[in-house]
Every structure is written in structure tokens, then in C-alpha cells.
């Protein structure tokens, strides 16, 4: 159905967006409205403030105010598998075309096939195979288009919304809390840095500089006159677990005052961050919500938490628990 | 001498950096004030007008005036060499004591009996062994107070200056007009990030988040309650070259409208930057005075310009005359 905003609409996928934020725009004068009463929510509020209040002891000037956090699971679902996964299980099926030698090839042929028990099989090393199958060979800038095509067409099995849809209502909504307040909003995700900025800064409000994830290798083409940057199957970062710290060091430089993940490939982020001199938060998103979302901590193989939740509950970290802390988990549900 | 502004001044090196500004402070009202009119100057002015005329044709959003500056040699001197390795070889003497064996071990040795001809034998890979050697098996927060304590007290050969004194007037004056202007203003060198960052935002106003340059494999160290970072004598990237490019895709993830430099290391990063759509600006700085800095370019050891060079007068860049367009090099000559 065309519909006049679609037609007024140049670029489809701003428009979404646009959309996405309108609740969060119309309650702007009431931060973090997504969110029940309680003690998440009272030591998110009671952070800022004290952090924001000159005079105070625990007053962080603004060039220090950073916080970093992860993607998948923290800020979008990432069941029934991290999205930018079943992204590359696309990928293999329109690229298939210009790869007859896939049809016989694993995991390839599984992919083709949709073979979940040969898929399954193939294990973390051949979804990698896949990733990097299709997201490298090609120029970051192809690479970006790819991505933005996908994103812009491709439905959730579940709830058949655009995946951009199924980011988290609260957690936007605290975004915008701590830019108000001074903060500068970073991600650090496993996810792989080009397919994340092809959507964070319209989605999130994060612009690509400020989004850290998994890196490829890449070689600079020098063309006459129209140079590239070609993406190379050979993963250069892996910013998971200790790789986090790694990375905001070597990006950042700095360490932030406050993280938010939700696995235990967000501890050591977690533990960085909270170990600074000052006041600091950490905080996990805990999927406790079956019925609006998953739930799922230390048994599931997407977005295991176990490590980090007891460690949370040892240090009195902040541990959002999604059922009870959230009045709504995804824009689109009704307010 | 103890003056009372020494006694006033608890952090030393913020002192010093402020009165390195005043200068610039002072002539706020005139932009770029220590550049001669000329077509360099008119260059950057006209630029900067084009890309921030709202309704021009050249017109880019604010997000997007991603400026990026090479360090040795563009922001600061280089010579007789490379300023981090000045502090290196001072570092292999103050470290000895800790390291007996260096006595009879090259390129060590050589440092230590000030063996000229010893440490040119050693090259390139011998100087790099002496800064692994002395920067790295040490925390990042280590490291940092290592380098911060050598910028203070460290006077270079031929000014007897701190080093942080002799960074280029007229390109403090540039980076001040470019944030004023909406930019965001990057180094990307091929100096060691840490390194560059111990004094980045105190000298240029550029926050370490913004600062790119080579790195060092790390290691996250998860002791219990104190994390660090370790610092390990391995190179993860060396950003010189197509380095350059390679790394503002990592990190920045987009392409800069403004780039500087003055080797032929920044040949790739220009090339990249001139690419792009729209307006682009591409700066050499030509070292061509010796009697207030220094002067070299194509058969120089240190900051080889040469290809970069003809590539500029090809394609129509800015070459900054050093001699002829800039009043005044350092901040400590009468303006």
C-alpha cells in the first residue's frame, strides 16, 4: 500500500526511524518513560546525578562522560540468532548466483539447502566462513550498500518487523537521557563495525565514529583517482570478551564511567569500566520476558549470561530485569 | 626560579599549554592570524566558506566536517628526528637500571654509549626494538605517566624547548578556525597513539578518542578489582601509508572532507580524502625554512616528501610554503 507518507518519504528507512523515535520525541519531557519505577531505573537517575552535578565529588566533566554499549541483546534482540548472522544467511542465498561452486560446497550447500542439522553442524566456524564469505571481497562501500539493502527489506521470523524495529524502547530512551545530560554514547559489540554503522546512527543516534565492534582486515586500493578500501576475509579484531577493554583503549583511550551489556562477553567491559577511580556504573540487561521478548541467561547459546550475573550480584552491579523493569520493550508496542 | 605563576600552577604541563594559547587566545577575533595572505591562506578560507554556506552546492552537515591531521612534521616538528623516538633512546637510559643485560646487547648498547654510528647500523628495525623494548611490558596507564614525565622535563637539541612548544602556530590557529567552523579535528599518524594522546588535548585541543596512530597489541589483565592493560612488543597496525586510510575506515567509519600532512606517508590519507564526493581539501605542509624550522623534503630521511609532492602539483593541492606563508612557526617567537 502506498501511502502519502511513503511518497513523501525520499529515503525509506529515515522515515522508519523517524518513526521509531516519535514515541521517545513525544515524551521528551518525561527521561526514561519506558521504565517502571524501581531500583534500575532510581540507580540509572541516581548515577547521572550525581556525576552531573558540579561541585559534587563525584562531578565528571563532560569530555569524560562516556558510555559504552553493547549491541546485540542490549540495545536489539538477538534471538533466535544475532541478526547480523541471519543477515549473512541471506547474503548467501542472493550471492548464490555469482558462487555456483556453493551448491556443493559447506556450509554453504546447508545454507542452500536449508539444512538446519548440516548448518548446525558446520558450527561457530562455519557461520564465520559465511560472514566472511559474504561481507569481504568487496569494497566497505559495496559492503554498506549491501547491508542498508538488507536492513531496509528483511523481516524477523517472529514478529515480522524490520530488524531495526526490534531495538529496545527503554534503552533508547536512556541514550537520549545521557546525551542530555553531557554523556558521549558509544558501541562496543562483537558485531562487525561496518554492518552496525550502516544502521546506528539513524536508529540509535550514534554516528559511526563512536561505534567499536569487530574489525576485518582491510587493504587501501590506491585507484586512479577513485582509491578504495577493500574489506579482506581475515578477521582483524575479535571485540568480544577482553577484546572490549582492548579496543576502548585503543580507540577511545579514555575508560568510560558507564557500560551496559547482557552476556559474559560483556564482563570484562564491565569489570574495566567499574574499576575506575570515581563513581561508576554497570549495568546488564537480563532477557527475564518470554512473553514480549526471550528469556534466556545461563544455558542459552546466543547471548549467554551466567559469569557476569554473578558477578553482578556479587558487586552490586545494576541488573535490569526486562520483565519487571520495562513498561514497554520495543517501540512499536503500544505505550 | 620559582615564580609565583609556578607556585599557582599545580599541574605544570596544563600551565605551560595555557600559556602556549594565549597567543591564540589573543588574537580571537582574527582567524588564522599568523598566516600570510596568500593563495595557501585564501585556500582554507574559501574551503571552510564553501562546505559551511548553508544552501551551497558544497554545503556539508556539521556530523560529517570530519577534519584529519598527520603530527610529525604537520602539527609539530621532526627533526633531527622523530620526537617519540628522541623520548625512546632517553627512555633506554633511564630504564637501564633495570636492564643490565642492555650493556652488551645492541641496539642497547649503542644508546648507552651514545654510539652513533652503533644505533644508524641498527636501522629502522633497531629503533623500532628500542621503542617496543621501552614502551611496551607496562600498563597503558604506565606507559602514559612515563611519557607525560619526558614531555615535562625533555628540552630538544637544537631550541632547547619543551617539545610541546614546538608545535606550528599556524596550525593551532588552523584547528581553532576548523572547530569553530563545525569541524571535528583528528591526528592520524603514524606515531604510537598513546604517545600522541599523553599530550594531544592539552596542546591541540584534541581529545584522545580523536587521535589515531599506531598501535601496540594489548592484553586485557583482569586482576581482581584492578584490571589494566597491558602493553605488548608486538605492532598491530602501523599507520603510515595506506595504513592511513585503512585506519579512518576502522575507526572513523567515514571519509574526511579535509586532510593535512607533509610526507609521503600521507599520500594515501590525502588521495582518500580528495576522492570523495563533493568538496574536499588536501594540505601539504612544505618544510622550506631553515633559518626558523628546518628545511627538506625529497631526499630527507626523516618526513620524506617526495611523490606526495608531485602528486599535489598534479592534482592541484595546497602546498603551504612554510617560508613564505606562515609569520610564525612556533608559539615562543615574538608574534
Known amino acids: 500500500m502506498i501511502t502519502l507518507k511513503a511518497i513523501l518519504c525520499v529515503n525509506w528507512l529515515r522515515c522508519m526511524t523517524l518513526a521509531l523515535?516519535?514515541?521517545?520525541?513525544?515524551?521528551?519531557?518525561?527521561?526514561?518513560?519506558?521504565?517502571?519505577?524501581?531500583?534500575?531505573?532510581?540507580?540509572?537517575?541516581?548515577?547521572?546525578?550525581?556525576?552531573?552535578?558540579e561541585g559534587s565529588q563525584d562531578f565528571v566533566r563532560p569530555g569524560e562522560r562516556l558510555a559504552v554499549f553493547d549491541?546485540?541483546?542490549?540495545?536489539?534482540?538477538?534471538?533466535p540468532l544475532y541478526f547480523q548472522l541471519l543477515f549473512a544467511l541471506d547474503e548467501v542465498k542472493r550471492q548464490a548466483p555469482q558462487h555456483p561452486?556453493?551448491?556443493?560446497?559447506?556450509?554453504?550447500?546447508?545454507?542452500?539447502e536449508n539444512d538446519r542439522q548440516a548448518l548446525a553442524a558446520a558450527g561457530v566456524d562455519g557461520l564465520l566462513k559465511i560472514v566472511a564469505a559474504t561481507s569481504t571481497g568487496i569494497t566497505s562501500e559495496a559492503f554498506t550498500a549491501n547491508a542498508k539493502a538488507w536492513l531496509a527489506q528483511a523481516r524477523h521470523p517472529k514478529t515480522g518487523k524490520p530488524y531495526t524495529e526490534m531495538v529496545f524502547q527503554p534503552m533508547l530512551?536512556?541514550?537520549?537521557?545521557?546525551?542530555?545530560?553531557?554523556?558521549?554514547?558509544?558501541?562496543?559489540?562483537?558485531?562487525e563495525v561496518a554492518f552496525m554503522r550502516a544502521f546506528a546512527e539513524q536508529v540509535y543516534g550514534i554516528?559511526?565514529?563512536q561505534v567499536i565492534g569487530s574489525t576485518f582486515q582491510t587493504r587501501f586500493q590506491p585507484d586512479e583517482g577513485q582509491p578504495s578500501i577493500l574489506r579482506l576475509p581475515k578477521?582483524?579484531?575479535?571485540?568480544?570478551?577482553?577484546?572490549?577493554?582492548?579496543?576502548?583503549?585503543?580507540?577511545?583511550?579514555?575508560?568510560?564511567?558507564?557500560?551496559?551489556g547482557n552476556s559474559d562477553g560483556d564482563l570484562q567491559m564491565l569489570q574495566w569500566t567499574a574499576a575506575g577511580s570515581g563513581k561508576r556504573f554497570a549495568g546488564l540487561v537480563h532477557h527475564t520476558d518470554a512473553r514480549r521478548?526471550?528469556?534466556?541467561?545461563?544455558?542459552?547459546?546466543?547471548?549467554?549470561?551466567?559469569?557476569?550475573?554473578?558477578?553482578?550480584?556479587?558487586?552490586?552491579?545494576?541488573?535490569?530485569?526486562?520483565?519487571?523493569d520495562w513498561k514497554r520493550v520495543y517501540p512499536f508496542e503500544a505505550p
Open 235 to 260: 578477521l582483524a579484531h575479535n571485540d568480544d570478551g577482553p577484546g572490549k577493554p582492548e579496543s576502548i583503549e585503543a580507540i577511545i583511550g579514555r575508560r568510560p564511567i558507564l557500560a551496559f
Open 21 to 53: 523515535l516519535l514515541p521517545v520525541l513525544a515524551q521528551a519531557g518525561e527521561p526514561l518513560a519506558s521504565w517502571n519505577d524501581g531500583p534500575a531505573k532510581a540507580s540509572i537517575t541516581r548515577f547521572v546525578q550525581a556525576v552531573t552535578t
Open 101 to 112: 561452486e556453493w551448491k556443493a560446497t559447506q556450509p554453504f550447500k546447508a545454507v542452500l
Open 207 to 209: 554516528p559511526p565514529e
Open 71 to 79: 549491541n546485540d541483546g542490549t540495545l536489539w534482540s538477538e534471538q
Open 173 to 191: 530512551e536512556l541514550l537520549d537521557y545521557l546525551r542530555a545530560n553531557g554523556f558521549k554514547t558509544y558501541i562496543v559489540s562483537g558485531g
Open 293 to 324: 521478548e526471550w528469556a534466556y541467561d545461563r544455558q542459552s547459546r546466543v547471548g549467554t549470561l551466567n559469569k557476569a550475573l554473578d558477578e553482578a550480584n556479587e558487586r552490586g552491579w545494576t541488573v535490569v530485569d526486562m520483565a519487571r
